[in-house]
């Protein structure tokens, strides 16, 4: 999930803007001359066409639902590169698009969350991690052990994980991690290697701590720091597609999968 030149957002809102004024303006001035015999505008035409369509993508993609794609294996083995995610945008708040503004409280991201947000460093990048600690949350991660509030997360080991995008030339131990409250999640680590480190971390109010599931290979909150409330997109709950672009092989077993 990247940003390339004007964001998606943008271009989406400004081409609703554009031809609803001139749809107001064809309602208000433009259809009353056509009634007079007054010959119609092709690009006025194409406008009225489109910007019920293009209101109605719009409104979906601000405050109901929004695609992803999975462009790295931070998340592996929750998400592969090459899942398509849905994320459900009232989730964490309802917010106007561009500006971002909160207009109405929904819920808050809780424990276990595969939450999307507008990366901290770059807020014209959006990341996908699992959200880790809340407010107030005190988070210990040392020797590859996670800690909340002082107690160690529960974790069982599975075995050499092998599967889709693992690792070439390292083997990674798969495990199944149990956070506080949430429902168990599988993670990965590294044979022989330690990722990022963090230690003795209490999370501020207003803020989150996130993970990726692959703890070796991710950069996240060990490296970069919080999540603010406000850079919070929304929550990911399902791949609705997922394609092998080394292949273009689509992996049909992966669709309408629900994401925990």
């Known amino acids: 999930m990247s940003y390339l030149g004007m964001s998606f957002e943008a271009i989406l809102t400004l081409l609703c803007l554009i031809t609803g004024v001139v749809w107001l303006a064809d309602r208000l001035v433009l259809s009353k001359r056509r009634a ?3 010959e119609g505008n092709w690009a006025v035409e194409l406008a ?4 019920p369509v293009l209101l109605a993508v719009l409104v ?11 462009p790295s294996k931070s998340m592996v083995p929750t998400l592969l590169v090459g899942d398509f995610v849905l994320v459900s945008k009232f989730s964490y708040g309802l917010r106007l698009p561009i500006t971002h503004a909160k207009i109405l409280d929904t819920s808050e991201p809780e424990r276990g969350d595969v939450a999307v947000f507008r990366y901290p460093v770059n807020p014209d ?3 996908i991690k699992r959200i880790i600690g809340l407010p107030g949350d005190k988070i210990t991660y040392r ?3 996670l800690y909340v509030n002082g107690k160690p997360v529960p974790r069982k080991e599975l075995g050499l994980y092998d599967g889709p995008d693992a690792d070439v030339y390292d083997q990674m131990q798969l495990f199944m991690e149990r956070l506080p409250g949430a429902e168990p999640h599988k993670m990965l680590h590294v044979v022989g290697r330690q990722g990022p480190q963090v230690i003795n971390v209490t999370v501020p109010e207003g803020k989150y701590f996130a993970m990726g599931d692959n703890r070796d290979n991710s950069s996240d909150s060990r490296i970069w720091g919080f999540v603010p409330e406000r850079n ?3 929550k990911a709950f399902m791949i609705w597609f997922s394609m092998d672009f080394s292949d273009l092989d689509p992996r049909f077993s992966r669709i309408g999968t629900w994401l925990r």
């Open 36 to 38: 007079k015999g007054s």
């Open 48 to 51: 009225r066409s489109f910007f």
């Open 60 to 70: 979906l993609r601000s405050f109901v639902f929004e695609p992803f794609r999975i």
């Open 125 to 127: 990048e959006d990341y």
């Open 143 to 145: 020797d590859e052990q």
């Open 232 to 234: 919070l997109v929304g």
